[in-house]
């Protein structure tokens, strides 16, 4: 069991920026990925950004390539959302994620650990 405690969110108008953190504790060397996934309102949950333990290895959604940048810092056992030129689109809860695998990097069933969930809201 891993825990994972998200911070971050917050109120932005479109065109800003904003950094979710994701910090994790308990059995983090039974995982090897770490993704980001987000709900807005009324829609699915959907893949946003994903990263393996070692930070070597990255992958993004198609809507938020050239903006989003996922990274880890080891000394912190912290994963990171950096989230540039925000649209009114990118409004959503977004959940913190850890699996124990890297292969289908952006399916919900591929990660065991979830946070709470914090909220980005993009105004327009």
């Not at 109120?11 to 060397?29: D, I, M, N």
């Not at 946003?48 to 992958?59: F, K, L, N, Y």
């Not at 959940?95 to 105004?123: N, P």
Request: hydrophobic share 35%; glycine share 8%; charged share 20%.
């Amino acid at each position: 069991q891993v825990q994972l405690a998200e911070s971050g969110g917050g109120l932005v108008q479109a065109g800003g920026s904003l950094r979710l953190s994701c910090a994790a504790s308990g059995r983090t060397f039974s995982r090897y990925a770490m993704a980001w996934f987000r709900q807005a309102p009324g829609k699915e949950r959907e893949f946003v950004a994903a990263i393996t333990w070692s930070g070597i290895s990255t992958d993004y959604a198609d809507s938020v390539k050239g903006r989003f940048t996922i990274s880890r810092d080891n000394a912190k056992n912290t994963v990171y959302l950096q989230m540039n030129s925000l649209k009114p689109e990118d409004t959503a809860v977004y959940y913190c994620a850890a699996g124990s695998r890297w292969v289908h990097v952006k399916y919900e069933s591929e990660y065991e650990d979830w946070a709470q969930g914090t909220q980005v809201t993009v105004s327009s």
